[in-house]
Every structure is written in C-alpha cells, then in structure tokens.
C-alpha cells in the first residue's frame, strides 16, 4: 500500500510541466556579450517536442484534427521551399530547423499537451511569473544605473537577456501583462482575478524602462483590444485604474524621465524626423521589398537576407547598432534582418511563404475570436483563455511589425502559438461546456 501512493502520483501531474520549465529556463542569465543566438530552453523544447511524441506513440491516437494539421502545417510548404533556395545547404538547414521548431513543432507540442483550461491557466500564470522576475530585475538595472547602454546611460532594462537581446525583455514583460490582464477580466475567483491584476499593473513599470517603442505600442493596441472584447463597461472600469496607475507612476516614483519622455515623443517623429535606428530599419525594410521584387513567388532562400543586403540597401544604412552594458562591452552588433517579420518572410520565402505562414495566423486568430464570443455567451466559459489567448496573438502579429524572430526570448513566442492553438482549435470548440475541463 505504501508503494501504490507515489505509482499514482505521476499520473496526477499535468503534462504542461516540461513547457513550463521550457519556460524557466529564460530566467537564467545569458552569457555576457553572447550572440543572442539559441539557449538551454531552445534545447529544452526540442525534449519536449520529443516527449510529446512519445506520448503520442504510447497513447496510439490520431495527434491532430485535420483543420490542426493545416493551420500549423501551413508554413512547412513555404519554408521547405525557400529553404531548397537558401545560399548554402547549411544555412538552409539551419533556417529551415528554426522556423519549424519556432511556427511548427513546438507550437504543435503544446497545442497536444494542454488537456484542458487548467492547464492552459497554469502556462499563463507561468508567464507572469517569468514577467515578473525579469521584470524586477530590469527596474533594478534602471534603478543602479546597471542595464543596456541607451543614450551613453547604462539605464535600459533588459533582464537577463543583455544588450544583445534588447527586445527580450520586453516581448517576456509584454507576454505576462496580457496573460495577465486576461486573467483578470475573465470569470475565474475574485481573488484571482485581484491577483492578477496587480500583477498587470506592477508589470507596467519594467515594460516602461525596457525603452522598446515598438512593445509599448503593441501592449497598448492589445489591452485596449483585450478590454473592449471583455465588455464596455469593465473597459472604462480598468482604463480609469490604469490612468491612475500611470500617473502615480510619473509624479510619484518619477518614472516618467526626461529620457522616457523623449522616447515617447520619438513614436511620433519617427516618419518627421527618425532618429538613427529608425532610418536602419526604413532602409532595411526597403531593402527586403527589393530582394522580394527580384524573386517575388520564393524569395531569395532562408536567411539569405544578410548575404544579399548590401545590394539591396542605401547609403543610409549604418554599419550595426551600438550595444553594451549589462555586464557586457562595447560592439557593434550587425544589422542582420529588417526587424519585421513579414518583410523578412517576403524576401527570403517570397509571396508563397508570406501567405502560408500569416495566412495561418490569421485562421488562428478568426477560430480564437469565435471562442471568444462563445465563451462571452450565457453558459460560457473560458473567458479568461479566450482574451489571454486571442491577446497574445494579436500582441505578436503587431509587434511582427517592428520586430522579427531571434534571441533566446523566441522560445517563448513558439510556446505563445501554442498557447493560441489550443485556445482557436480545442477550447475554442468546447467554451460552453464543464468550467474548468475544456
């Protein structure tokens, strides 16, 4: 009788729990100075895509739906066929690898391991968590003076991901604000709900000090978008509680510098009088609609965009961006992407690329809104998945316009699809049954 109790145990644990630790693996430091490049979770999430095979061969069930198997299967046509045309045979295996693990397979992984609403609440509560810790230790590298260089003042938070990941940090702090804010305006217990909500508007603060215009932009797209979904009058509720916030953020803490201020007024300059990283990335971005426009249906091959660059780019394009800081020294950081990831996608995968894989996303999104507006019905549930997860789609495809794929941080993007496809093609379908199983 003694044995039987541990034998049983194990069963009783979710299977969420490798993507969960997926996930904690980004709150350990990033060597000083490293390239940004994959990381111990990246290791990690190809384990659990291994475990979650396994799973699949013990269980000998049928592992996806056919609408699943399209909506995620949709970017392995397009990346395998841009892959075929890559520079090299490496750098298309290695592109190739990457854009499967990120869009495909972990995604898949998750989508099959979250059984039901508990499990996908505790994935969003594990992103708040992870938020939270990154996002105390940048107020503290803002707070000493100890972050990323940004105007010569070592004052940008950026985590533990350093300078050369400055996006990191923000696009973590950004996932836990709408996990969440989701959390707090579903229909789960007042306490959760409180709890959650403090956490949102405590994770306003690192996201503010992470001086990334192109997060703050989408987090506040996302949670006005998160509020009118949740309804009007809890819109006007939380908008009066956030202005609140922020104004005893500003005058009372001082958060609102004279360097915060200034990158806020930059958003509105940034077509009048762009600064130096915003003419890179216009240069950029024209010079990956000029590769598009030579190969317009397959691109010039993954990650080609590097190598055909300099012949696509203007004189107005500097050598690399500064970074430093954060424990690390002074470089000079290439400019290896456009910083978007559609125009990426456009001139290394071509038009076929671009429509298979946003046209994915958008599908996502459709399914997830129509979740929503089940789970919003008399005997819904599920709220809080359904503005969790439909924010966290929406947040991604915005930011996909300032940013691209790249970091240790992009794990966290696969598991956030995965995240959303459970959400569009599972518990979508099943908003309206037992609270608490789909």
């Known amino acids: 009788m003694a044995l039987a109790l541990p034998l049983r145990h194990p069963a009783r644990l979710s299977p969420v729990l490798p993507v969960m630790a997926v996930v904690a693996l980004l709150a350990l430091p990033t060597a000083p100075g490293g390239d940004g490049g994959a990381g111990p979770a990246d290791a990690l999430s190809a384990l659990v895509v291994g475990y979650c095979a396994v799973r699949l061969l013990r269980a000998r069930r049928r592992p996806l739906t056919r609408r699943a198997a399209v909506l995620l299967g949709l970017p392995v046509f397009g990346v395998s066929l841009a892959a075929l045309h890559a520079v090299s045979p490496g750098a298309g295996i290695a592109g190739l690898g990457r854009y499967l693990q990120i869009f495909v397979l972990v995604p898949a992984a998750v989508l099959l391991l979250v059984r039901d609403r508990r499990d996908f609440r505790l994935l969003a509560w594990s992103f708040v968590a992870l938020a939270g810790w990154q996002g105390a230790i940048g107020v503290h590298q803002y707070v000493t003076g100890t972050g990323a260089t940004y105007q010569g003042q070592e004052i940008r938070a950026v985590g533990t991901f350093g300078p050369s990941d400055v996006m990191g940090m923000a696009t973590v702090v950004s996932f836990g604000l709408i ?4 959390l707090a305006l579903g229909r789960g217990p007042v306490r959760v709900r409180l709890t959650a909500t403090a956490c949102a ?31 009007l009058r809890r819109a006007l509720k939380a908008g009066a509680v956030v202005v609140a916030v922020c104004v005893v953020l500003v005058g009372g803490f001082g958060a609102g510098t ?7 007024d930059s958003i509105t300059q940034v077509t009048d009088a762009p600064d130096q990283s915003v003419t890179d990335r216009y240069t950029m971005w024209a010079a990956a ?5 030579g190969h317009p249906l397959t691109g010039v091959g993954l990650k080609g965009f590097p190598e055909y660059r300099d012949g696509h780019a203007s004189l107005a394009l500097s050598s690399g961006s500064d970074t430093g800081g954060a424990g690390a020294a002074f470089r000079k950081q290439p400019l290896l992407s456009p910083h978007n990831m559609y125009l990426l996608v456009l001139g290394e995968q071509g038009l076929i690329g671009l429509l298979c894989l946003a046209g994915g996303w958008l599908a996502l999104l459709v399914c997830a809104l129509r979740g929503l507006h089940r789970s919003r019905a008399p005997g819904g549930h599920g709220l809080d998945c359904a503005l969790a997860a439909c924010g ?9 316009v300032y940013a691209d ?12 699809f995965g995240l959303v496809a459970w959400w569009a093609l599972v518990g979508a379908d099943d908003a309206t049954g037992v609270p608490g199983t789909r």
């Open 179 to 182: 996990c969440a804010a989701g």
């Open 201 to 231: 508007l405590a994770l306003l603060l690192p996201l503010a000090v992470s001086f990334s215009r192109g997060a703050w932009i989408a987090t506040a797209v996302t949670l006005v978008v998160q509020l009118v979904l949740a309804g």
């Open 258 to 264: 004279a360097m915060l201020q200034e990158r806020i």
């Open 289 to 293: 609609v000029d590769m598009w426009r």
């Open 392 to 400: 966290l789609l929406i947040w991604q495809l915005i930011d996909f």
């Open 405 to 416: 794929i790249g970091g240790p941080s992009t794990v966290l993007t696969a598991v956030c």
